[in-house]
């Protein structure tokens, strides 16, 4: 769980559909036999009720599957708390949060092929470079000393070194050959990105950003970074920033900010736009824009949707994932690219990410 930022509520997982409606012929529940030309959707389930679940979903086939890798693995349980999926070649790694441990997968069949225990201390995301993972860790929450980032041999299955960074780091991704990490802070909050070298495995720069940095992507050597603010109820409240970092020298060429009150998050970028979302909204502005829109592309809000938490655009459509009231199952919700509701379904509980899997 993201604690602090999402007030002590789990993130969200996902799930799809063929129809708007729920149809119940539509749920498979024996193995697919093949995942592949689909997408899979983590449901994180309810910190330490141990039912973190996989839902998959083929546009090709016309095929929706909730509890996919229960289908396939009845004998092993998937963890306590989906936080993240990484692809590397033919794999899937599944970072189980409360759980301390990563479930290695066949990404095309969901066939298990070991769980990775040691080494792991509260793991929130995963990347790749240089040929091994690198998998963000909080340690214990309440220490801000203790965070790193283990070193994953992807032969062994072992966690080979780890890397101590400052608090809270989150979401990671790569470019050539250097791991740039989010640090959103944990108990508190955080407002820099790391990097990391995957050939010395060690932390080469720190980036000031906006508060609690929480998705980055990388674009013509373009490093983007939103940044959501601190919240109103810290008494300390800060809001939005996207900062654009170039990384020829590590150095931000400029940096956007948000109206007051407005707290962004789920950045994704598309064939040159930016998507992202405030609350229940979804905006859309180019990724060379120098002004933030002040309007939005659509709301969820018909749909019921208090807040956006996972959230990907593919295939000419946005997936909006919504974990409801964190109990029971959560809703994901497909919409045109001009926000015209297309495809919705339940999925397991708290829709955390959506993973394509071609």
Not at 96 to 112: D, F, G, K, M, P
Not at 188 to 205: D, K, W
């Amino acid at each position: 769980m993201n604690f602090k930022k999402l007030s002590l509520l789990a993130l969200a997982a996902g799930l799809f559909f063929t129809s708007c409606s729920d149809d119940d012929d539509a749920t498979i529940d024996l193995p697919l036999g093949d995942y592949e030309n689909g997408v899979l959707i983590l449901n994180q389930g309810n910190f330490g009720g141990g039912n973190s679940s996989i839902s998959y979903w083929s546009d090709d086939l016309g095929v929706f599957q909730n509890n996919a890798f229960a289908a396939v693995n009845p004998t092993v349980t998937l963890g306590d708390t989906g936080q993240d999926i990484g692809f590397y070649q033919e794999k899937a790694f599944v970072v189980l949060n409360l759980s301390n441990s990563i479930q290695v997968i066949n990404r095309y069949t969901l066939e298990h092929i070991t769980t990775i225990s040691t080494g792991l201390n509260n793991p929130r995301y995963i990347a790749f470079s240089n040929g091994k993972g690198y998998v963000t860790n909080w340690g214990d929450a309440s220490n801000e000393e203790d965070d790193y980032v283990a070193v994953l041999n992807l032969t062994s299955y072992t966690i080979s070194t780890s890397i101590p960074v400052v608090e809270g780091p989150e979401r990671i991704i790569e470019e050539n050959g250097n791991l740039y990490v989010a640090h959103q802070g944990g108990y508190g909050y955080g407002q820099t990105v790391s990097v990391i070298s995957s050939t010395s495995n060690t932390v080469t720069a720190s980036i000031p950003v906006g508060d609690v940095p929480n998705f980055l992507f990388i674009e013509n050597n373009t490093l983007y970074v939103l940044a959501g603010g601190k919240p109103s109820w810290t008494e300390d409240e800060t809001f939005g920033k996207l900062t654009k970092i170039d990384l020829t020298n590590n150095t931000v060429i400029n940096t956007l900010d948000f109206e007051d009150s407005e707290h962004p998050s789920n950045l994704v970028e598309k064939d040159g736009q930016l998507y992202y979302t405030i609350d229940s909204d979804v905006y859309k502005t180019s990724i060379t824009a120098t002004s933030l829109p002040s309007t939005p592309l659509f709301s969820t809000t018909a749909q019921g949707v208090y807040g956006v938490y996972s959230f990907a655009v593919e295939d000419n459509k946005i997936y909006v994932g919504d974990a409801a009231d964190y109990n029971s199952n959560g809703k994901v919700y497909v919409y045109s690219m001009t926000g015209e509701l297309v495809n919705e379904q339940t999925v397991g509980v708290i829709p955390a990410g959506f993973y394509f899997n071609d």
